[in-house]
């Protein structure tokens, strides 16, 4: 597990340390009026500039013995990330002014939330979708959740969030207004919205959670109304993967004996699913559970985008474009931490809930 | 499939068995309509791709209109919205984008860029997965071992970060947002192929041709990776599709080559900023997608289950 960080550290520095210019990589921690005896020096005190160079122009034109080599960067860059100097954000609006650091955890909850929600969304359909396709095989049922898991898969992600906002904004629409908001984390103009919700104290950063804790209920519906669409984009496109694990894991227990000895004992058909068979056939489905955390993650990016959330996902394209490559590298950081602590959580609940593994 | 028709003068009585169960399997796929439908769209795509130089002239997506631009005047249908302007005399079916270009014309001629580009994501990441799967499974070991870590690293990365920083630093091309796609795409196909060889190298006719004093090398690439390649074939079918939608969510967030290019995420990126004045525009690239990765996957999962017998229903 540190192992894989570690290596996904050098990855990434090597990516965007070794492949662009070591400017691209002082640009967070400059600011453009200072003079450039100043600039050498933090260049220096970055890891980037040898002590030897004579000048800052030098280390701009990239002189013979003016860059430090890659592994001494790669240690002064450890050091900054492992105690959070990440410089100043170059996001357009608010550059210089807060760090990336401030920019990246102020963002970071509403991400946070959108993939919770989304998450769970996927479990509650995924699972009973799977359960009723085994169950009813090669039926109707059956068939529907094929469609409903494959058609999943096949969507554009960007597209299915663009054709819900058509039908719930553009078409449905109440008193002049969409029966639910466009954009934004908090739904104040649509027609079931609060249009003043009133203000939160921020204690998490997460408005779902912030809006319970200062029992501000119209903030709350508001928060709420705003994740419906995102949420059911990121879940839609996610579930096909659940569902067919479910699906294949449901199929094959029914054909155990213990489900027959069940079935024989005279125990009702519904007993013997949801109590004798789906413990078992559930327990693999958590297994992909990593799985699903690195695709949601990944699809935010693309449906904070669509929907104007304003997570790290949407920052991390502009982020992209004014080459802001120390938001990128604390997103891939932060992202490959979730996901390696997530594999590790799934493996130990894992061997927790069967008792025929033992590590 | 070639692999059953390579060897079979040794082993006559399997072979004729794999034959029978290829005749079954084609049976089922003629039985199963899901399966057939997505055949068709593929095949169709296919086509499609491969004709649509001639269909339409691959210069008019250099061609800029202004004074056609988000115009829509399709009589079977109306959008309730006010176009920005008029489309002049000439029918457009699918209106047209934000240059003034007719938007049917533009996903004929994006269906053969996205299908290229999938095709040779999922042909690399096939030949890197074969090669670097089989040695680790076949090897076992320190390869193993340095293998399945590699891969371990970038599994522990959204691959669509990945393939931003990617593009970032390399620069914004097709080259580069193939390349890009393909190194988060590989390491799944080691994985895969690496469970494969594991359960294959075991099997009696490995042991038998050591005996015989066949070298590694003749043994992993003639006799082990042909006899345990077909999850791969199908895995690579699924995929397909989605590499077209990877491509197309990468141009839609912006992350092309050129805002010009014909290809379905970059047209509907245009569609997104013209949300409410022109639907059509996201509409249509997006349905596009939908259909060819829809028909690849429904073909891919219509023959995974077919030779899967767990599976079959």
Sequence with gaps: MVFVLFALSVLIFYLTRGLLPPTTALAPYINPRLTDAGKLSIARAVGVATSSCPSFSDFAALQNGCITPLWTQYLYWLKNVLVGNWGYTLLPGISGTESTWSVFFGRFPYTAELDIVAAALTFLIAVPLGIISATHNNKAPDHLSRIVSLGGYSIPQFWFGAMLLLVFVLYVRIGGLGLLPASGALGTTCALCFSNPGTITAYTGVPLLDALLSRNIPYFWDSVVAIILPAMTLAITSLGLLTRIVRSNMMEVLRQDYITMARSKGLKERTVVYSHALRNAILPAITVTGLLVTYLIGGSVIVEIVFSWPGVGSAALVAADVLDINFLELFVLVAGVIIVVTNLTVDILYAVLDPRIRY | ???????????????????????????????????????????????????????????????????????????????????????????????????????????????????????????????????????????????????????????????????????????????????????????????????????????????????????????????????????????????????????????????????????????????????????????????????????????????RDIFDPRLRR
């Design chain 2, 1 to 303: 499939m070639s692999h059953e028709m390579k060897q079979p003068e040794k082993n006559p009585a399997k072979s004729r068995r794999q034959h029978s169960d290829l005749r079954f399997a084609l049976h089922l796929l003629r039985q199963n309509p899901i399966v057939m439908a997505g055949l068709v769209i593929s095949v169709a795509t296919v086509v499609l791709a491969l004709l649509s130089n001639l269909l339409v002239n691959g210069a008019y997506w250099h061609q800029q209109n202004l004074t056609l631009r988000l115009c829509w005047n399709n009589p079977a249908f109306g959008w309730p919205v006010t176009n920005l302007f008029n489309c002049g005399g000439q029918v457009y079916p699918l209106g047209t984008d934000a240059y003034g270009r007719s938007l049917l014309q533009m996903i004929i001629l994006a269906i053969p860029i996205d299908l290229q580009i999938a095709l040779e994501v999922v042909a690399s990441a096939v030949v890197i997965g074969v090669v670097f799967g089989s040695l680790a499974a076949y090897m076992g070991g320190l390869i193993d071992e340095v293998i399945l870590r590699i891969t371990d690293i970038f599994l522990a990365v959204p691959w669509i970060l990945l393939a931003i920083v990617l593009i970032v630093v390399l620069g914004r091309s097709l080259t580069t947002l193939t390349l890009a796609i393909i190194i988060t795409w590989w390491p799944w196909y080691v994985r895969l192929m690496r469970s494969q060889v594991i359960g294959e190298k075991e099997k009696l006719y490995v042991e038998r041709l050591k005996m015989m004093g066949a070298g590694w090398p003749r043994i992993l690439f003639l006799h082990v990776i042909p006899n345990s390649i077909y999850p791969i074939l199908v895995q690579s079918t699924l995929d397909i599709g989605s590499v077209i939608l990877t491509v197309s969510a990468l141009t839609f967030i912006g992350l092309t080559p050129n805002p010009l290019l014909p290809e379905l995420g970059n047209l509907s990126n245009q569609g997104i900023e013209y949300f409410f004045t022109a639907p059509w525009l996201i509409i249509f690239p997006g349905l596009t997608i939908l259909i060819i990765s829809l028909g690849f996957n429904l073909l891919g999962d219509g023959i």
